[in-house]
C-alpha cells in the first residue's frame, strides 16, 4: 500500500505552482490528478494533460511521482483512507440499529462531499492487472470490512446470528451505498445532508409495507 498524507480533495482546474513550497505544490497536484483520474479514470488519464491540469510540466510530474501508476496509487490511497477515517470515526460510536447505518452512510457522504467521483478511484475498472489493481482491491476490502461487522452487529441484536443473512445483507449494503453514490455523481448539485435525507426517505418508503409482506 502507498503512504501518503491525506490532503483535501477539492476540484482543481489550473492550479500552478511557481513559488509554491514542494510539499503544498505535491498536494495540489494530488488533488489535481485525483479529480482527473476521477473523471476519466486510469486508462483514460494521460500524465500529460495531469500536468497541463496541475499547471505544472510533464517532465516536472514525472519527476515528483515517476509514473502514472505511482500517482495513482497516491489518489487513490488518499481517497480511501479519507473516507474511512471519516466513516471509522463514526462506526466507534454508534449502535447497531437504523440510525447507526444512516450516521455511516453520512460520514462517507460528507468524505466525498464536493466531488463524489472521487469514490471511482476505489471501483476504477481500467486498472491494470498488477499490484495497483491489488492495492484498490485492498481498499475495497476495508470498506467491505467494516459493512461486514456492521451488518452482523445489527442482525445480532435482533437475535439473528444467521451467517449467511449477515453476509446477504453486507451484500446489499454495500450495493446501496454503491448505488447512491453513482446516483450523486449524476446529480453534483446534491449535499451530503441531501443525499443522507434521500436515502432516509428512500428506505422508508421501502419498509413502510414490508409488515404486510408474507
Not at 52 to 69: H, M, N, T, V, W
Not at 117 to 127: A, N
Not at 146 to 167: H, T
Amino acid at each position: 500500500m502507498y503512504e501518503v498524507e491525506i490532503v483535501p480533495v477539492a476540484p482543481v482546474n489550473s492550479i500552478g505552482t511557481k513559488g509554491v513550497p514542494r510539499p503544498d505544490r505535491e498536494a495540489q497536484i494530488l488533488r489535481a490528478a485525483t479529480d482527473h483520474f476521477a473523471e476519466h479514470g486510469f486508462a483514460g488519464s494521460a500524465m500529460a494533460d495531469i500536468a497541463q491540469r496541475a499547471g505544472i510540466s510533464k517532465p516536472l510530474i514525472y519527476q515528483y511521482f515517476g509514473s502514472k501508476e505511482h500517482l495513482y496509487g497516491l489518489c487513490l490511497d488518499s481517497v480511501s483512507q479519507a473516507v474511512l477515517a471519516k466513516v471509522d470515526a463514526v462506526v466507534r460510536e454508534i449502535s447497531p440499529n437504523l440510525d447507526g447505518a444512516v450516521k455511516t452512510l453520512h460520514a462517507l457522504f460528507e468524505a466525498l462531499e464536493g466531488n463524489p467521483q472521487r469514490w471511482l478511484l476505489i471501483h476504477d475498472p481500467t486498472l491494470p492487472s498488477g499490484s495497483l489493481r491489488e492495492t484498490a482491491r485492498k481498499h475495497r476490502d476495508v470498506t467491505a470490512r467494516l459493512a461486514a461487522d456492521g451488518a452482523r452487529d445489527f442482525l445480532r441484536s435482533r437475535g439473528n446470528d444467521d451467517p449467511d443473512d449477515a453476509s446477504a445483507l453486507t451484500f446489499a449494503w454495500m450495493g446501496i451505498i454503491h448505488s447512491m453514490v453513482r446516483w450523486w455523481i449524476e446529480h453534483p448539485d446534491q449535499s451530503a445532508e441531501q443525499m443522507t435525507q434521500r436515502s432516509v426517505r428512500l428506505f422508508l418508503a421501502v419498509l413502510a409495507d414490508a409488515g404486510s409482506v408474507g
